[in-house]
């Protein structure tokens, strides 16, 4: 028939048929192949992005976005769309640690009675799904972590004077040893360990605690330099060394229950600030910005009531320039956004957002500013699940230096450059390893 039509129909024209009858499908005709479905799985804004080909068909009705989660592969119809020109659609709030599964339904028929089907193929995926588990040495209980240039992972723990080391896959180095006995550990918004960070040559820090029999703890920190060998230690003032945080410039900060210090890489003390006395769990930089995780003391003073991620532009914390974490609409509400014991933090600079260790949930809340993004984690045993609160040894008396044991929060979590997410999962005593 295409030859006969082409002596009398002009050039355009036929043209036009061609590539129509190559396009368009009768009601008789066979039914074209299934449009070819791309995902993207955007974990910057918690979104599946999907795109698939147009099908142009005379008796078109629409397509179906199909999903299903987990592994139970029953999907659901998330959207319908009616043009054959809509092949874009986005799948927002996304659950992190998740497995997602979509595809493409694209019926046919006429009267809206779907009469024939074809779909696509399905395209699975998450965001921040779990990698790995790494387990630690019995009663290690790691509760801070810390990254080098060169991606291995560094780990303190509340029940060990030393720092576990390991490589991106996993694999075990040679740990680092500060002190002999155990760190002196206190409960204040959550568990104070020990706390550590590297600077720009690869120099490692720690700060920690040591018991001393009759009276307060003392407080010291120690640097290594790359290769692991120990360079100093020295004291600390301040009643209790409870966080380290090293800034642009590799300006080092090291906080007491009531003071901040400012040192140089050698140790020096270059300021000293008088900081108000809250209930700090952890303190690290955003960009240039100091940023604290606040458990509020007195609600009629402070103006809320749960606990925040407060950033301030500088060290005396004068004026909070933005705050993560909602106020809870009931005693009930622990929804999404809703910070409840948070233990830790790690800061997404390049995409201005932040993971947090919502311990008091057993999950990870992660936000863009002060904008709710996604979670992940539950309480158990299982890879992606987490064990936040258990028992440990605290100081019960601080200046006579009396430990007792009980039931406390602890956990942390860093990030490294390639953007792979690590946890403290304290009282499974492991480290859980989760992607960008």
Known sequence: MKERWAGRLPGGLLLGLLLGSCALVGKEGPLPPPPPLRVEFDSGSAAAHLHWEPVLARDFLGYWVQRATGESGEYSVQARLSAAGDTAWSDEELQADVRYQYRIAVHFGSKGRIQRSLTSAAVAGAIHRHCASWPLSDGFLPTRLAVDAAGNL?????????????????????SWTFAVPAPACLETGTLDAVSLGFDSQGALYVAYNLPADGRAPGAWWTKFDARGRPLW???????????????PGDRIYLESIDRLYQFDTGGDLVAEHTVPSLLISSLRFWGERFALLIEPMNHLEMGWQAPRLMVYASPEQREAQWSVGREPLSEQDQGRGVLKRPSDFAVDEGRDCVFIVNAGQSRIEVFHRSQYLTAWGREGEAAGAFRFAGEAEVIEDMAAGRITRRRVVAGGITRDQRGFIYVADTFNNRVQKFAP
């Open 233 to 247: 230690t020295h004291s600390l003032k301040g009643l209790f060394a409870r966080h380290l945080a090293i800034g």
């Open 154 to 174: 560094a780990v303190a723990g509340a029940g060990a004077s030393r720092v576990e080391r390991f490589d991106a896959q996993g694999r075990a180095l040679d």
